[in-house]
């Protein structure tokens, strides 16, 4: 039964997407759904990649994409993404655990978004 909800969830999105196909929100949804429930994770490669490609600062579409890599045994890959979901959303509670996932263990990748994370919290104090 969860299979047939996923699918029709499938079905409305595409018919965003086709809708208003230069939306990264819509493209990075079906990207989620694809990954999480459908588990059809080349095609939610695809879409988080033209989230990207529609969205060039789209925290939630890199975000994706590196918890997918990251999932699917290409850490190396899910790096670069990493970094960019949380420099370009580190506000973004799942850009920083992605990060966190994907980073733990290397000290170049926090050294890259040090920058970043110490401007938007002089910039946004209340979310220290």
């Known amino acids: ?22 939306t990264a ?5 079906l990207g989620n759904l694809l990954q999480e429930h459908l588990k059809r994770y080349e095609e939610a490669e695809a879409a988080y990649r033209k989230a990207i490609e529609l969205g060039p600062q789209y925290a939630n579409a890199y975000s994706g994409l590196a918890d997918l890599l990251n999932k699917t045994e290409r850490a190396g890959e899910a790096l670069e993404p990493a970094i960019l979901g949380v420099c370009y959303g580190p506000d973004y509670e799942f850009a920083r655990y992605i990060f966190l996932e994907v980073c733990r263990d290397s000290l170049d990748p926090w050294l890259k978004v040090l920058p970043e994370t110490m401007n938007y919290l002089k910039e946004n104090p209340e979310n220290d």
């Open 1 to 22: 039964m969860k299979t047939f909800v996923y699918l029709l969830a499938e079905q409305a999105i595409n018919k965003a997407v086709e809708i208003a196909p230069d």
């Open 25 to 29: 929100s819509f493209h990075k949804d």
